[in-house]
């Protein structure tokens, strides 16, 4: 239904920044959700962040106040902005897409590695 790419992740040092994206191949104004998973190593997949269509936003308690989701409609885009990274957040994160009650579209995801 919809195509998801990730991109901007890497390796950075604790108290660093990364800035994650992911490109849609059609317009995502019509997804009431979209937002970011990750999964650590032996972890169960976690929420970390998510927008609705009325640009309302949650996160997940751990990355409050230091995680930012952020969408470009033009560019069907969504983003997420992640300052002071910890080590605990070292993951796969995984964009995802949903439009009402269909079943959500996911990308590969991107690894992303926080050094202590």
């Known amino acids: 239904q919809v195509q998801l790419v990730e991109s901007g992740g890497g390796l950075v040092q604790a108290g660093g920044s990364l800035t994650l994206s992911c490109a849609a191949s059609?317009?995502?104004?019509?997804?009431?959700?979209m937002g970011w998973y990750r999964q650590a190593p032996g972890k169960q997949r976690e929420l970390v962040a998510s927008t609705g269509r009325g640009d309302s936003t949650n996160y997940a308690e751990p990355v409050k106040g230091r995680f930012t989701i952020s969408k470009d409609n033009a560019k069907n885009t969504v983003y997420l902005q992640m300052n002071n990274l910890k080590p605990e957040d070292t993951g796969v994160y995984y964009c995802?897409?949903?439009?009402?009650?269909?079943?959500?579209?996911w990308g590969q995801g991107t690894q992303v590695t926080v050094s202590s």
């Open positions: 059609r317009s995502i104004v019509s997804f009431n959700d």
């Open positions: 995802f897409a949903q439009r009402f009650t269909m079943a959500r579209s």
